[in-house]
């Protein structure tokens, strides 16, 4: 279906290829998950697959790509169209028309189809998607997940043999992300489509794969098998992790494949740590009634963060996590209750001033790049909000060393994910506030992030997270509260939490049960 | 039975109301406009505009309403404030109501005389001129808020389609632009930046404006992996420039028919550029693409455009017999305007679509 032969691509403006030597071949009706960290071409390997490369990216451009037979050096990407479908990483930014269904029918009334033939074809891809009910509505009232659904259903109504798909659940909340995998997965099963991904969240998608396509960044790319790889990369989901270190073997792939392994045998219980001293309290709400969009987003929340220590702040959509955290910073006003930050009242100092001690990174990275340079992303966040910091420092803490210079609009996603954190967080700021920081996040930025929230929490910092992630919750968070519809139902240690729950659970935690949340307690080594 | 028929044919595209063709609504804002600019009588202006807010009033109901809210409401000040200028700037005629003391701007400033003679005769025509801007300002809310723009823009014959795509798309990303306005205000307050005021500007301006070039590359990128411009031959982009071309001239021509007043270079300019369209749509499309929608028109959709067409008629009808004071000038004495129901009715039918919209489905749910 796919044959690539020598691929090497180096983009106009850069010094060294971002492919270089790529053979592969992608036989009909295989899914395969394109694996590595961001900025390293995953984008641009799927881009090579349709003729955007290098019809639409222009670059140096040599070796062969046969799609179904067809050379993309002679076909541009629209006439490949009918042949390769592709989602995009951002679901706003690939709508073309106003309502649902004028969306999904875009395509085929490009390829000349028939009126009789669209109706079928669009009735086809609703169902298949499962987006009927909204159907009749407008693209702007659609949620991120529910914008990803209509965009794959767009492609699929042209019928297209190959279906690419470049982190399309990157932009989405992980329930979202779930549904979006576990749809895409149905559709190879169903309609035996040829399914190329890029994603970060292994743990759900590896089980589902045939081969995975490792993009390490150095311009090589390599096949792996499904187990092959579980065991070699480092990103591996925990009970992947988990059963390579004990020789598991073949290793797991999910939690289900895991649990023969561990019938029968007796765990030592992990040193149950929550006992650690913190400092003073660094910020506290009480009884905080906020109102946001006309709704009560937050109905009486009361909790605190201590100086030294992580909060991860969980609870599904719309529980108010990201209204907690703005109202921490003045950007809500609030009807009832108090909010204060480091000993002052919030309403006391304008955001601006409160940016000083309290670093904010918001969901939308690319909102918070404004400068031209990474370099100066930093720069101007030190001066704006006056910290002490110097820039190298925070370049090395997000490995950004060798992008200083880099037009941050130059950058991939993940990347300028990186670049936010760096920018957002430099100096010593005394509280961080993080909304989401995982989303679409690769293992190796991941890593960073935790050791930074330690580090800083170590030094003094009080650091809140909210997040769905509970895999990151449990490696750095000191204590967890559970939002639901903007109330605090449950608060407490993190081992305590996470274990009581259901659905809040981490991998380890399902396979193993009792209080082990992690790899790590289970092999013992030490937390933090 | 054409009731029931119409009732059967809409609930297979909108669940159970009536929704207006496009076409229709392009019909009605044409009718308004032409009212607007026919008619200079206070009393069928005013008649239009409440026929105008009335359509407006229903039409911003929908979410996209509200958020062109602003838009309308900027307009209308505007529409307001013309009254005081054109009042004190304007001292001909003969009705002097007061003598403020005068204050002249240079020559080179336009010479504009302000304050001076205030006349009945200035007042009654700015509040003239006021009525009309009021009524295209709601016009073109209500349609704005109603219409489609992407099945409006696809209706364009081929030839256009292209430029209407792209159009299209425009529209659409002035919403997503106007939120990350916003979110990028944010980011600078908490970058320790001021984000009210003049100096701000700059700083929230370019970030918005690059994220709006990203978006329509990204855009770009997806519209050609969608297939768009596929399976045309080489005609197809000279026929667009050529649509482009034919359409900016006819524009330009018309601009400077109203702005510099009726000549020979406008009147070819504008001759021109009809030529150039027709050429373009003439000169494209051996392979005609065929739409999800065919857009039937109903019943309702013709009644819309049979009254934008009375509406018109109408009017000109008076202005050549000249009955009704449809060419009412405050100049040299301001008298009070002569009335007939035919320009009452001209204006009123503008309320066809009220009826349409008043059965429509609320489909804007709360996301």
């Keep these: ?528 | 039975m054409a009731v029931a028929g119409l009732a059967r044919e809409r609930s297979v595209r909108v669940a159970g109301g009536v929704e207006l063709h496009p076409g229709a609504w392009l019909a009605w804002l044409g009718g308004a406009c032409a009212v607007a600019f026919l008619t200079s009588n206070p009393l069928y202006l005013s008649l239009a505009l409440l026929a105008a807010a009335g359509v407006y009033v229903l039409a911003s109901e929908s979410a996209k309403g509200r958020m062109l809210s602003p838009f309308v409401q900027l307009g209308l000040v505007i529409a307001l404030l013309y009254v005081p200028f054109n009042t004190l700037t304007g001292s001909t005629g003969t009705t002097v109501l007061a003598t403020l003391p005068a204050l002249r701007f240079p020559s080179w400033f336009g010479g504009v005389v302000f304050g001076g003679d205030v006349t009945a005769e200035a007042l009654v025509a700015a509040l003239g001129r006021a009525l009309t801007i009021a009524a295209l300002v709601l016009a073109a809310g209500a349609f704005n808020a109603s219409v489609d723009h992407f099945r409006l823009l696809r209706l364009a014959p081929r030839g256009l389609s292209q430029v209407a795509l792209v159009l299209s798309i425009g529209l659409l990303s002035v919403p997503q632009a106007a939120s990350h306005a916003r979110a990028v205000a944010e980011a600078q307050r908490l970058r320790g930046r001021r984000a009210h005021g003049w100096r701000a500007l700059p700083g929230v301006l370019l970030p918005v404006l690059h994220g709006a070039l990203e978006r329509s590359v990204q855009r770009a990128e997806s519209l050609d992996a969608r297939g768009f411009g596929g399976g045309e031959g080489r005609g197809g982009v000279a026929m667009t420039i050529v649509g482009v071309g034919g359409l900016g001239a006819l524009a330009w021509g018309a601009f400077a028919h109203f702005y510099y007043g009726p000549g020979v270079a406008p009147a070819l300019a504008m001759a021109a550029g009809a030529g150039l369209v027709v050429l373009a749509v003439a000169g494209s499309g051996e392979r005609r693409q065929e739409r999800l929608r065919r857009g039937r028109w109903s019943m309702a959709d013709i009644a819309v455009v049979a009254s934008a067409a009375t509406s018109i008629v109408l009017l000109v009808a008076l202005r050549l017999t000249g009955a009704g004071d449809a060419d009412y000038l405050a100049y040299p004495e301001v008298v009070s305007p002569a009335f007939h129901a035919a320009g009452a009715l001209a204006a009123l039918l503008l309320l066809a679509p009220a009826a349409a919209l008043l059965l429509r489905p609320d489909r804007e749910e709360a996301p």
């Design chain 1, 1 to 528: 279906m796919i044959g690539v032969d020598g691929l090497r691509f180096s983009y106009a403006n850069a010094a060294r290829p971002v492919l270089e030597d790529v053979t592969f071949s992608i036989g009909a009706g295989e899914l395969v998950l394109v694996a590595g960290p961001s900025g390293g071409g995953k984008s641009t390997l799927l881009r090579c697959l349709n003729g955007l490369v290098p019809h639409f990216h222009g670059g140096r451009f040599a070796g062969r790509v046969l799609i179904d037979g067809r050379d993309t050096r002679e076909h541009q990407p629209r006439d490949l169209a009918a042949i390769v479908g592709m989602v995009f990483q951002d679901p706003e930014s690939q709508v073309v028309a106003e309502t649902v269904e004028d969306e999904l029918a875009f395509g085929m009334e490009n390829l000349g189809l028939s009126t009789r033939t669209m109706r079928k074809r669009v009735e086809e891809a609703i169902d298949l998607l499962r987006i009927a009910p909204v159907r009749q509505r407008r693209m702007d009232t659609l949620s991120g997940g529910e914008l990803q659904r209509v965009a794959i259903a767009a492609v699929l109504s042209m019928q297209p043999r190959v279906l690419l798909l470049d982190e399309p659940t990157s932009q989405l909340d992980p329930q979202a992300a779930e549904e979006l995998l576990t749809t895409v997965q149905r559709l190879h099963d169903d309609l035996g489509l040829t399914v190329l991904i890029a994603e970060h969240r292994l743990e759900r998608v590896a089980q589902h794969a045939d081969r995975v396509l490792f993009v390490p960044g150095d311009g090589s790319v390599r096949e792996l098998g499904v187990r092959e790889a579980m065991a070699t990369l480092p990103f591996a989901p925990p009970v992947a992790r988990l059963g390579k270190a004990l020789g598991w073997s073949p290793v797991p792939l999910s939690v289900r494949e895991g649990r023969r392994f561990v019938d029968g045998r007796a765990w030592p219980a992990p040193a149950h740590n929550g006992a650690s001293t913190h400092g003073g309290v660094a910020l506290s709400v009480r009884d905080l009634r906020v109102s946001y969009g006309g709704a009560l987003a937050l109905r009486g929340v009361s909790m605190e963060a201590r100086r030294g220590e992580v909060l991860a702040l969980m609870g599904r959509n719309g529980s108010g996590k990201t209204t907690l955290l703005r109202a921490l910073l003045g950007l809500v006003d609030r009807e009832r209750g108090e909010a204060v930050v480091l000993g002052g009242d919030v309403r006391e100092r304008a955001t601006e001033e409160l940016a000083r001690d309290v670093a904010f990174v918001p969901q939308e990275p690319a909102s918070v790049l404004h400068k031209q340079t990474v370099e100066e992303e930093i720069a101007d966040v030190l001066a704006g909000t006056g910290r002490a910091g110097s820039i190298d420092e925070a370049l090395d803490e997000w490995g950004l060393q060798e992008l200083r210079s880099s037009h941050p609009a130059d950058l991939s996603v993940g990347e300028r994910q990186r670049v936010a954190l760096a920018a957002m967080l430099a100096g010593a700021p005394r509280v961080v506030l993080l909304d989401e920081p995982t989303r679409g996040m690769d293992y190796e930025t991941k890593e960073r992030l935790v050791a930074n929230l330690r580090r800083r929490c170590r030094d003094g910092a009080a650091a809140i997270i909210a997040s769905h992630d509970v895999e990151l919750a449990a490696r750095c968070a000191d204590r967890v509260v559970l939002l639901a519809d903007g109330e605090v139902v449950v608060a407490g240690w993190t081992r305590d939490v996470l274990t009581e729950t259901l659905t809040f659970s981490t991998q380890v935690n399902k396979l193993l049960g009792g209080c082990f949340l992690t790899p790590e307690d289970v092999l013992g080594e030490a937390r933090r």
